[in-house]
């Protein structure tokens, strides 16, 4: 089997050839942010892909490519991730502070409603945002993550965040995120692991391949929270109540509980829960299973659309 761009670095996208727009806004504190903003109908709101914590808006290319034309789809990169800057103080990398840096891409491009794509993190900046604003979501996707998660899944994540490794091919990048998430995706071949690779790794300036994140981002998780101050998220979550939700969880995860996935369905009046087969914390969206349940979601949503304005 001979695979591909499996020794060398990635060759630069194209973006106009694959279909989006590389653009940016600035925080409140001064970063220029990226995304990419991929065309679709002005008729319709727009979709925000927000990634999970260590990932970028290269996650929802395949996505995006599906979707785009019939809808305008947008996919962040959060600070200090990707094309991103990276925050000077570390104790930014915050839900809070990435629903503040949303907003003002929102306020930029003159969204007042869109449909939200929330994986793990993007999931709760996604339910911060619905608290504070109930009007903004025409439809949400919250994928693998709730108002509760399992303290064995976030004692994974704190264990591999920020830890800094590098690689000398993409062949070794893939090679160990296979040893590391295996069980995550116990279906995934070589291929599906360089990809995943080339959308969460890139070249570093020393020619070596590493994580496309600033590794301080998981300084704010090694903080303990302390006695009686855990933040209660079950109010974020109902304000997602009154419009289409879709609840997708990774038959594997680890994060997101069966149980838990159960209660939040119960929670809201118009909402769907999906579980994807033989997959972990987070499910690609790629999946047969999520990829129809998007197109529900959409539908539902688009019955209901009154654009962005």
């Known amino acids: 089997m001979t695979v591909p761009n499996a020794t060398m670095p990635a060759a630069p996208a194209n973006s106009a050839e694959a279909g989006y727009a590389d653009r940016f806004w600035t925080s409140r504190d001064g970063l220029k942010l990226h995304f990419r903003d991929y065309a679709g109908r002005s008729d319709r709101p727009p979709v925000l892909c927000l990634p999970g914590l260590t990932r970028n808006g290269r996650d ?49 491009e003159g969204i007042t409603r869109c449909v939200s794509f929330g994986t793990s993190l993007g999931g709760l900046i996604t339910m911060i945002m619905a608290l504070g604003n109930p009007g903004l979501f025409a439809g949400v996707l919250l994928n693998d993550v709730g108002p509760e998660l399992s303290s064995e899944g976030l004692e994974r994540i704190r264990g591999y965040v920020g830890q800094g490794r590098s690689f000398p091919t993409w062949m070794h990048a893939a ?66 109540d009154g419009r289409p939700v879709l609840l997708l969880r990774g ?40 990829v129809a349940a998007i197109d529900r979601l959409l ?11």
């Open 175 to 240: 090679r160990s995120l296979e040893e590391a998430q295996g069980a995550v995706f116990p279906d995934y071949d070589l291929k599906d692991w360089l990809a995943m690779a080339k959308r969460c790794m890139t070249v570093g300036g020393n020619g070596r391949i590493v994580f496309d994140y600033d590794m301080k981002i998981g300084e704010p998780l090694s903080q303990p929270v302390p006695q009686g101050q855990a933040v209660d998220l079950w109010p974020a979550f109902q304000a997602l």
């Open 299 to 309: 539908e539902r949503v688009a019955g209901g659309s009154t654009g962005s304005a």
């Open 60 to 108: 929802f290319s395949h996505v995006a490519e599906r979707l785009a034309g019939e809808w305008r789809v947008i996919c962040p990169d959060l600070r200090g991730r990707g094309d991103s800057a990276y925050a000077k103080d570390s104790a930014t990398y915050n839900p809070l502070q990435y629903a503040d840096d949303i907003a003002l891409l929102l306020e930029q």
């Open 251 to 290: 038959a594997l995860s680890d994060i997101l509980t069966a149980p838990s996935l159960k209660k939040m369905a119960a929670k809201l009046s118009d909402c769907q829960s999906v579980t994807v087969p033989r997959v972990g914390h987070a499910p690609m969206l790629d999946e047969p299973k999520a």
